[in-house]
């Protein structure tokens, strides 16, 4: 069975602040990760995605995840917040182990303050 | 341009009304999901179709009832909801395979009154 675990439903940040965006994901055998964000009155988008061939991972709009499975972690980060990176961000996983079916987290709100 | 379009963006019915919600993909994917997103709680998997399976959540109520007459078009049937039906409804499509992502449309906003 595999789970997620997004810490934090709100996170806050200055603009041009670093924004750290923690995942913890539960999985018995090799995951694939995912991000994606949501701006409002959108649906969800890929910013990102883990498939085992770089434990970095570079997304679209400046965003970057590390793999790290000694911590069993996906977080996702940006050196410098945008006003426009508000928004709500959700991490998925998917493995081998079961059904095809993606499993997401609660989702973590990004606020950016001027 | 997201690849996959929901009609229609917006849906107020009446408790007593059928209505439809309506999705189709360009993507030539061949899996298809019904996702309900509600303030303040997780985003919740309704439905899934694909070429060999079709998975439901066993806690939704029957007055949701899925149709998927090929593998790109993936219509929602609403009848008799309640206000707590309320809600963004969200279709995805994706390759059924585990390092795919999901592709989503933008959702039709519903509120039931």
């Known amino acids: 069975a595999q789970s997620v675990t997004q810490l934090g439903s709100h996170v806050s940040v200055s603009e041009g602040a670093l924004v750290l965006l923690r995942c913890n994901y539960s999985?018995?055998?090799?995951?694939?990760l995912f991000w994606y964000v949501q701006y409002p009155n959108q649906g969800l988008q890929l910013l990102l995605k883990?498939?085992?061939?770089?434990?970095l991972v570079k997304g679209i709009n400046g965003f970057e995840a590390e793999f790290k499975k000694s911590e069993t972690s996906f977080h996702l980060t940006k050196p410098s917040a945008h006003m426009s990176d508000a928004a709500e961000y959700f991490c998925?996983?998917?493995?081998?182990?079961?059904?095809?079916?993606?499993?997401f987290g609660r989702g973590t709100s990004l606020i950016v303050h001027p | 341009e997201t690849g996959v379009t929901q009609t229609p963006r917006h849906l107020v019915m009446g408790m007593t009304n059928k209505k439809s919600l309506k999705c189709e993909q360009h993507?030539?994917?061949?899996?298809m999901y019904w996702y309900k997103q509600s303030a303040k709680k997780p985003l919740e998997l309704m439905f899934v179709y694909s070429l060999e399976e079709r998975v439901e959540n066993n806690s939704v109520p029957s007055r949701f009832s899925p149709e998927c007459p090929n593998s790109s078009h993936l219509f929602l049937h609403l009848h008799t909801l309640q206000p707590e039906d309320s809600a963004l409804y969200l279709c995805?499509?994706?390759?059924?395979?585990?390092?795919?992502?999901?592709?989503f449309g933008n959702g039709t906003r519903l509120t039931v009154t």
């Open positions: 995805a499509s994706r390759e059924r395979a585990y390092n795919s992502p999901l592709h």
């Open positions: 993507l030539g994917h061949n899996a």
């Open positions: 998925a996983v998917s493995d081998t182990g079961g059904s095809y079916i993606p499993t």
């Open positions: 883990y498939t085992s061939a770089a434990t």
């Open positions: 999985s018995s055998v090799p995951p694939y």
